[in-house]
């Protein structure tokens, strides 16, 4: 076989197929002929190899088949593409079906870290079960305060991201129990609440506010999503409604992967903020303005950017390639 005269004759048909191959949403009636061309050339490809296998045509021919069997074949998209419906459809999605649990979860928290406070800070009996006046005192000029300090901010940020990621990774992981999720509020809102009251039985609870909020601020509410996320992985085994429990737990299940995901993100927003802004020499209202504007650029994410995507049908949970398909018996 000539393979100049065959490469003549041919040439039009193998760049249309490459034409075809490389469009991104080709219509119904190219969708055809893509096909037709790709049994066309495939059997040219067979041709050629029988006489020229490592000839530059056949790779040549080689790719632009295997570029045209991606687009009949159902192909994923590419990178940047899967990444923005990540952050522009599913997560903000996850985000907004969580909001109430949040609120809930952050009420809790409120209310229980608020009540210790209130006892630390008006039982003197319970601020001398913490600790010898000298001890009180010290925790309160030194240790609180130093412990944004201690270590350079990069590693100690590291160290924040890590704690707090393990305390979100407990409540992802360990809320279908139902019991595991408010426990982990209780004890943290326990440990900020006594903080809180021994400041405040010392007249300083302005200076407790002042390290805690800027940071706390979105830090807590990376607690309380990842809680709620647990807590809806529960309800979902509870009252799976129309789903069987299993087919439930795993829709949700699947929904709070891309919550866990975008945690990993805010976490580490919330851990730069406790390790340069907090420990830093601006001013405090400039500190609370940081934090208050790191917490109103997560709710705007969440509520405008999640209910919009909510309405459009969106969950949060994998797509069907993704997720895998399921049987639903009759």
Known sequence: MDIDAFSAVNSGKWSRLDELGRRRRPSGAEADELLRLYQTVSSH??????????????ASLSAALAQARTRFTGARSNFME????????????????????????????????GAYALWIG???????????????????????????S????????????????????????????????PMILFANA????????????????????????????MELTAVFVACAGGLHIFWAMVRPGPRT??????????????????????????????AFVTPS??????????????????????????????RAGATGDLDSNDAGYSRIAA
């Open 190 to 217: 326990q440990g900020v609440g006594v903080a809180a009251g021994v400041f405040a039985a010392t007249g300083k609870l302005d200076v407790f506010f002042s390290y805690i909020l800027p940071h706390g601020l």
């Open 45 to 58: 490809l067979s041709l050629i190899r029988s006489v020229a296998p490592e000839s530059a045509l056949s």
């Open 122 to 148: 008006l039982s003197p009996e319970a601020l001398r079960a913490m600790g010898s006046s000298a001890k009180v005192q010290q925790y309160v000029d030194e240790d609180f305060i130093d412990y944004y």
């Open 281 to 310: 020499p601006l001013p405090v209202w400039a500190k609370l303005l940081i934090g208050a504007l790191v917490l109103a650029a997560y709710w705007t994410y969440a509520l405008v950017l999640g209910r919009r995507a909510v």
């Open 245 to 274: 429990r299993l087919q439930a737990v795993a829709d949700e299940g699947r929904s709070l992967i891309t919550v866990a995901l975008g945690l990993v993100f805010v976490l580490f927003v919330s851990g730069l903020v406790e």
């Open 82 to 113: 899967d990444l923005a419906r990540f952050f522009v459809i599913a997560l903000p999605a996850a985000f907004y079906r969580l909001r109430w649990l949040t609120i809930g979860c952050g009420a809790f928290f409120v209310l229980v870290g």
């Open 150 to 181: 201690e270590n350079p901010a990069a590693s100690f940020a590291g160290a924040v991201w890590t704690n707090n990621a393990w305390i979100s990774a407990q409540a992802v992981a360990l809320g279908i129990t139902g019991f595991w999720v």
